[in-house]
Nanobody, 121 residues
Framework: QVRLVESGGDLVQPGGSLRLSCAAS????????MGWYRQPPGKQRELVAE???????TYQDSVKGRFSISRDNAKNTVALQMNSLKPEDTAVYYC???????????????WGQGTQVTVSS
């Protein structure tokens, strides 16, 4: 059984920084893209940043230059460094990963349980 476990959410003042981490555990054949998504209060879940197994990255326009995504393929982890945080970054942040459980199983999307990030003075 694959699990994604996030950590690092907190209450932070505007302009502050946070680092979110996500670790995938369980038996996997291949972890393809990994990413961070967020769901602001009353809104739908949206992509924040994504990173391929080869290291290519994609960012939501509103976080470019402020957030940085990285991954450690040996440890099956992905991190999101968030700087210059704004109140509009307040949301539940979810880790997501596209994983092949076996060489013949195809790819499925897995989600973590979410971690709360609140940016407020």
């Amino acid at each position: 059984q694959v699990r994604l476990v996030e950590s690092g959410g907190d209450l932070v003042q505007p302009g502050g920084s946070l680092r979110l981490s996500c670790a995938a555990s369980g038996r996997t054949f291949k972890i393809n893209s990994m990413g961070w998504y967020r769901q602001p209060p009353g809104k739908q879940r949206e992509l924040v940043a994504e990173i391929s197994s080869g290291g290519s990255t994609t960012y939501q326009d509103s976080v470019k230059g402020r957030f940085s995504i990285s991954r450690d393929n040996a440890k099956n982890t992905v991190a999101l460094q968030m700087n210059s945080l704004k109140p509009e970054d307040t949301a539940v942040y979810y880790c997501g990963a596209d994983i092949d459980l076996t060489w013949y199983s195809g790819t499925s999307r897995y989600w973590g349980q979410g971690t709360q990030v609140t940016v407020s003075s």
